[in-house]
């Protein structure tokens, strides 16, 4: 278990959304320590890939470094600005679900990354956005950067996804489930 499910589980967004084995996902905003795309490596196991996308190039690499030291051969590292719809070298239409962790805090368009998830979603996949629901001593965005949920809801339905549900992920975060119409 990866010490970072003691903030967010995966598994529960996982179980949520029914990711199984041969689905194909990816995680926008993946992060140095690629929390989901390794974990979703596991679901989704050899017949699925998991996209790990990411604007920062040395996060990238970190990425890169991981898969190939650890054999993770269904996750591909991107290098994209989720911000810029169109962007990401991902066929759209091709994924079953999109994960947005700790990210909408960060972007400044957040209707343009979500416009990009829902861009990559076949009819029917999910985008999932996990963000900061109030901080925890030092970690966490200030107060002021943290994503209001129904603003969020808001402007998902202005990207072309309904509302599907929530789902408990910890005490200091928030998870928002989408459904692309």
């Keep these: 278990m990866h010490s970072g499910n003691a903030l967010i589980d995966p598994y529960k967004v996982f179980e949520k959304i029914a990711l199984a084995p041969g689905m194909r996902v990816a995680d926008l905003g993946c992060g140095r320590t690629g929390h989901f795309v390794f974990s979703a490596s596991r679901v989704v196991g050899a017949t699925g890939v998991v996209y790990a996308v990411e604007i ?21 590292a991107v290098w994209s600005d989720i911000e810029l719809v169109g962007k990401a ?39 999932v956005v996990t963000d900061w629901a109030r901080k925890l001593g030092a970690l966490g965005p200030p107060t002021e950067l943290m994503v209001d949920q129904e603003a969020l809801k808001a402007t998902a339905r202005e990207a072309g996804l309904e509302f ?5 992920v910890g005490d200091y975060h928030y998870c928002l489930i989408f459904k692309k119409l």
């Design 89 to 127: 070298p991902i066929a759209a239409e091709s994924l079953d679900a999109c994960f947005l962790v700790n990210v909408m805090f960060l972007v400044k368009d957040k209707l343009s990354a979500l416009k990009e998830g829902t861009r990559l979603l076949h009819k029917g996949g999910y985008l």
């Design 164 to 168: 599907s549900g929530d789902c408990s």
């Design 56 to 76: 920062v190039k040395n996060i990238l690499e970190s990425i890169k470094n991981r898969v190939r030291s650890e054999g993770y051969d269904n996750v591909q």
